[in-house]
């Protein structure tokens, strides 16, 4: 009953791919999804986790001819608009890109933070009225710069008392 009720949802969630869904335990299940290449990806699963990796945007891609593109956390293109149109789905496919931007990090996934997942659902209304979702971008590279500098900062500290020892 289960398997039927996931496999059911994940048809009308993902209505392009090609998948079987298999139940392991309650919550959790195995997606076996044949990819365009004919290889096959191997997932064990929340469907939270299945929605929020494939559905809500990971970063944001910049083509050379202007379009933007969102992504998901698995870099398959979800949506994109073009200056001046409206957001379409898209289809899976190579995207040749000059610029790459994200949303959020392996720190604050959507599937357990719910600021996240607030910040996502009005970059996804924003992204589709054709407003700027740019400080949602300059936002996050904020963040990793600030990571990044306390953790060099902690480093060096380290390597100073280590020293000094």
């Avoid at 999804?33 to 990971?58: N, S």
């Avoid at 994109?80 to 994200?102: F, L, M, N, S």
């Avoid at 600021?115 to 936002?139: N, W």
Wanted: glycine content about 4%.
């Amino acid at each position: 009953m289960k398997r039927d009720y996931y496999e059911a949802a994940f048809r009308a969630e993902f209505p392009l791919v090609n998948a079987e869904v298999i139940h392991l335990r309650p919550w959790v299940f195995e997606i076996h999804i044949e990819c365009a290449d004919h290889t096959k990806k191997f997932w064990g699963r929340r469907w939270k986790e299945v929605h929020f990796r494939w559905r809500m945007p990971y970063g944001m891609w910049t083509a050379a001819d202007g379009r933007e593109i969102l992504f998901n956390r698995d870099y398959q293109p979800i949506w994109q608009r073009r200056p001046g149109c409206t957001a379409k789905q898209i289809e899976p496919q190579w995207i040749d890109y000059v610029k790459e931007r994200w949303f959020f990090d392996d720190g604050n996934p959507p599937w357990f933070d719910d600021s996240t997942r607030r910040m996502l659902d009005d970059v996804l209304a924003r992204f589709h009225r054709g407003d700027s979702i740019e400080p949602y971008l300059d936002k996050h590279d904020e963040r990793r710069r600030t990571t990044q500098r306390v953790h060099w900062e902690r480093r060096r500290e380290a390597a100073r008392v280590a020293v000094l020892q």
